[in-house]
């Protein structure tokens, strides 16, 4: 053997040492090397969502020293940080093979919108020869609030009905998105003339995309016109997430009264209609009694009638011509009025005085010498 050979062999045993040596230097290093710990974000600053949106960060866990060397997974956890956030927003989140650490929105707790400041720790397990680090730059966590818009209309055919309809409506981002409506509450006010009418509250079930229907139920006046005023509020869950703009008002007519419809009638003046009516006829009444007592009626008397018992001095029982008799008028009694008043008889009438005649027989004599009819000295015949 040469000595060139012998000195390469040397030297490739003693490559051979120092390599050994070296692997164990470096092994025996790893759980001294607590200062090379690191903790550092992969996702880049800022990350943005929506509302309840999902959202996802990743972070690395490695030794500092080249080759870097994934922190293995059962010497230590790590917990996140958010900034206004009170305590740990997640905390043990576990280090997988490759050192990565995934932290995303919590189904538990929905974060309302804002800007936050993230951060996380690295914390060794107990008995771990690895030295807790931290983050040196925290990442930009920014959540953005969903829009919704709310609207109400009138059924204006219900209205025809005499049972007025409101229809609610929900639309905006954040139906968009989740193609369903926030589950809520509406709040309804009727009004005319400066009066409520009604005020009621319904529950927006989550997830109802139809449209909400109210029937107004109340009885309402003919031919008014009925202001309708709506909000909508989410459930606390969501009513941080949500920029919510309130309907407009809304206004609707009901049709004007028939002639057999009922009018309204005011209470004091159907008093007032019943009570005149009533005092006058006791007026009436009291009156007419004192107009009684004040002119009592005369006691009603019997007509006299005065009877003729003589007979008129010159008649003759046995007229030879009548003359003609004037028609007689009957005499008319009249019924006693109020007051009463007396009536006075007529004369009765006297029988027409006829003149006598001579009946002259041929033989010259005459009634008056008939001893059967004795002349009367008076006649002058």
């Known amino acids: ?118 951060t996380a720790t690295l914390v060794p397990v107990p008995g771990s020869f690895v030295e807790g680090s931290q983050t040196t730059t925290p990442l930009v966590l920014t959540i953005t609030s969903y829009a919704v818009d709310a609207e109400i209309s009138i059924d204006q055919g219900s209205v025809a009905d005499g049972e007025p309809v409101i229809e609610a409506r929900l639309s905006g981002q954040f139906v968009e998105a989740t193609e369903a409506v926030p589950a809520g509450t509406w709040a309804f006010t009727v009004a005319a003339k400066g009066d409520t009418v009604l005020e009621a509250e319904v529950a927006q079930d989550a997830g109802n995309d139809d449209v909400l229907r109210y029937a107004i139920t109340e009885k ?53 209609t019943c009570l005149v009516p009533l005092a006058l006829a006791i007026a009436v009444v009291v009156l007419t009694v004192r107009i009684g007592k004040s002119a009592a009626p005369a006691a009603v008397t019997a007509p006299t009638v005065e009877i003729v018992n003589e007979m008129p001095a010159e008649w003759d029982p046995f007229p030879l011509q009548n003359a003609a008799a004037e028609p007689v008028q009957p005499t008319q009694v009249q019924s006693p009025q109020y007051p009463p008043t007396q009536v006075q008889p007529q004369n009765p009438p006297v029988p027409p005085q006829e003149t006598p005649t001579e009946r002259i027989e041929p033989s010259g004599w005459t009634l008056s010498d008939d001893p059967a009819f004795p002349r009367d000295p008076n006649d002058p015949r």
């Open 1 to 118: 053997m040469t000595a060139r050979n012998v000195r390469v062999r040397v030297a490739a045993a003693a490559g051979a040492v120092l390599g050994l040596l070296g692997l164990q230097l470096t092994i025996g290093a790893v759980p001294a090397s607590a200062e090379g710990s690191q903790i550092a974000f992969v996702t880049a600053s800022p990350v943005q969502t929506a509302f309840g949106g999902n959202w996802n960060v990743q972070l690395s866990t490695r030794f500092a020293f080249q080759p870097s060397v994934a922190i293995p997974a059962d010497q230590a956890t790590v917990d996140v940080f958010l900034s206004g956030i009170e305590g740990t927003f997640a905390t043990h989140l576990p280090i997988q093979p490759d050192g990565s650490v995934y932290v995303s929105q919590s189904a538990a707790t929905t974060l309302p919108p804002g800007e936050y400041q993230m």
């Open 220 to 272: 309402l006046d003919k031919g008014v016109d009925y202001t309708v005023s709506a909000s909508f509020m989410p459930v606390d869950a969501l009513a941080a997430g949500l920029e919510v703009t309130q309907p407009d008002d809304v206004t609707f007519h009901t049709p004007d009264g028939g002639l057999a419809d009922p009018v309204a009638y005011p209470l004091w003046l159907l008093i007032v």
